[in-house]
């Protein structure tokens, strides 16, 4: 007789008996649930698994959708997989970088060479034969077949393939086993969740952007529409810097910088990050001190991405060239509590841009930059009443404003200042190195990192309710920084190279404090498996000046 154990699924609260070993395809069908966008992964014991998964013992399951942010990703990873393998089916040898997430989609690096060894450019016929490829993959209805193997004979197939990105990931992580993917004999490695057919991918767009490709994918929100193109060619240039910064430090993905740090070059990789970063910041000022009539510096960026350290080094280098820079913190605007928007559920929304009182604030920076003198305001957060500071300003000479805040690249927030006396910047921390180049860390990832190593920190909030809040943070990002990011005058990176090697002793700690029966334990199992193929860089080594010092403490900043 068949051996049997019980799953409980928490889409519709019900138990069921199963053959032991049935995968998690085969559990969703005998449970006749009905998913528009899904099931794309599931969430076994709160850690995402694919649906690939087996399981050999009683468990709690989730089945995920493309809605939810571990199913979006499984989705995401499938179609690059997908390209991957169309583009080698079109161009056997050639190198596939997932690289940067930009415009709403994931521009993707595909370098080919003709039979002398030069690089061939990719072409807008080129991108449409790459997406005729995909489709005919997706049509075909090909499995995606799941295997475990020792890790060195993983090393072996993908040495043999040519992908030494992912030989030397797997060399510094040090695991006995590993698991890889197979598309009609195409082999690839993802350190995340995949779907088990293409025929899934139901909905994908691919464009031709600057020298290479632009992967579209669902809207998380509707996944019956592609996320819109937006144009975002300020942000494609930072993440070209950071990639001549990377070709000076000859660092592309984590198997490059684990090598470096146990060659014993972490040291000289600090200094040439943090050095190629003050001069970033040195260029900054000089900018600023070379347009005429700029009174009013304005720094922008999302949460945990270095603003205030990025304006106390801006703030130094605009002395450097005879500036004068006075702080002014949007936080002392905000209305009266009795006026603060609310949001759909009815609270106190702080993060709108009309909790602040924009036409206070615009009256009292022109008359500054009259010459005359204001009393700034001050806001009692435990009152909720704006209150008056005591502190009086008038600029003279040569000294200038500097404001920092999530609105400051919002034109309604200075509408009525003359554009010509305003500088915008634009800070974040655009994580640009890659596990493999199939396998990139998304941005967000790096800063929720830094958020949860500073809340506990400094405000005493774990690292499981940091983790409870993101997906709130980040919708107000959604709708408050990141639309006008392009209204920059200069961007600013705050992500260093060798950045996750210094948080990791810090973060895994914190997330393994995560227990296991809460919602928010796939989420920070999710970012300790990833952490765990990165080789640790001892906190000592980073200087007091550190944008880094921020989140870890040790500043020489006052804070």
Not at 31 to 41: A, C, F, K
Not at 182 to 202: E, F, K, V
Not at 426 to 432: D, K
């Amino acid at each position: 007789m068949e051996q049997q154990i019980q799953i409980r699924c928490k889409n519709n609260k019900k138990f069921l008996n199963i053959s032991i070993g049935s995968n998690l395809s085969e559990i969703f069908s005998l449970l006749g649930l009905e998913m528009d966008y899904g099931p794309t992964s599931a969430r076994v014991n709160n850690k995402v698994e694919g649906m690939h998964y087996r399981v050999y013992k009683p468990k709690d399951i989730e089945f995920l959708d493309i809605r939810s942010s571990s199913g979006l990703r499984a989705y995401t990873r499938t179609l690059f997989f997908i390209l991957s393998k169309a583009a080698h089916d079109l161009w056997p040898g050639c190198i596939v970088s997932i690289d940067i997430p930009v415009s709403n989609g994931y521009y993707v690096d595909i370098r080919r060479t003709d039979e002398a060894g030069n690089r061939m450019e990719m072409t807008p016929d080129d991108v449409h034969a790459l997406r005729e490829r995909m489709q005919a993959l997706i049509d075909a209805a090909l499995p995606i077949h799941r295997y475990e193997t020792t890790t060195e004979e993983a090393i072996r197939m993908f040495r043999e393939s040519r992908s030494f990105s992912k030989v030397k990931l797997l060399e510094s992580k040090g695991s006995l086993y590993t698991t890889y993917y197979d598309i009609d004999g195409y082999l690839d490695y993802y350190y995340g969740a995949l779907l088990t057919n293409t025929s899934q991918i139901y909905l994908f767009g691919l464009e031709y952007y600057f020298d290479g490709v632009l992967l579209r994918i669902p809207s998380q929100e509707d996944p019956s529409k592609l996320e819109p193109f937006i144009r975002q060619d300020k942000m494609f240039e930072i993440f070209k810097e950071q990639h001549r910064w990377q070709d000076i430090m000859r660092l592309r993905t984590v198997g490059d910088l684990n090598e470096a740090i146990a060659k014993g070059y972490s040291n000289q990789l600090i200094q040439i990050s943090e050095a190629l970063q003050e001069k970033k910041i040195a260029q900054i000022a000089d900018e600023i001190a070379h347009r005429k009539g700029i009174k009013m510096v304005l720094i922008a960026g999302p949460s945990s991405s270095g603003k205030t350290t990025t304006c106390k080094r801006l703030s130094v280098q605009l002395a450097v060239n005879g500036i004068w820079p006075i702080g002014i913190s949007l936080d002392d605007y905000f209305l009266d509590r009795d006026q603060t928007p609310r949001d759909e559920t009815g609270d106190y929304d702080f993060e709108h841009l009309h909790a602040l009182n924009i036409p206070l604030l615009n009256e009292q920076m022109n008359a500054l930059f009259r010459g005359e003198e204001v009393e700034l305001p001050r806001y009692n957060f435990q009152k909720g009443k704006s209150e008056l500071s005591g502190r009086k300003l008038q600029l003279k000479g040569k000294e200038i404003l500097i404001v920092e805040g999530i609105h400051a690249l919002n034109p309604e927030l200075t509408a009525q200042i003359p554009e010509e006396q305003i500088f915008r910047v634009y800070a974040s921390a655009l994580t640009t190195i890659l596990l493999d180049y199939h396998n990139y860390i998304p941005t967000t990832d790096n800063r929720l990192l830094r958020r949860i190593i500073r809340d506990h920190k400094y405000r005493g909030v774990t690292a499981q309710e940091t983790i409870r809040r993101w997906p709130s943070v980040r919708k107000g990002e959604n709708r408050w920084i990141f639309p006008f990011q392009e209204n920059a005058d200069d961007m600013f990176n705050s992500a260093m190279l060798f950045e996750l090697a210094v948080i990791k002793s810090q973060a895994e700690p914190l997330l393994e404090q995560v227990p296991e029966n809460c919602p928010e334990y796939a989420e920070a199992y999710r970012l300790r498996k990833f952490l765990s193929y990165i080789h640790p860089i001892p906190e000592d080594q980073i200087p007091p000046t550190s944008l880094l010092r921020e989140f870890l403490g040790g500043s020489s900043f006052n804070y």
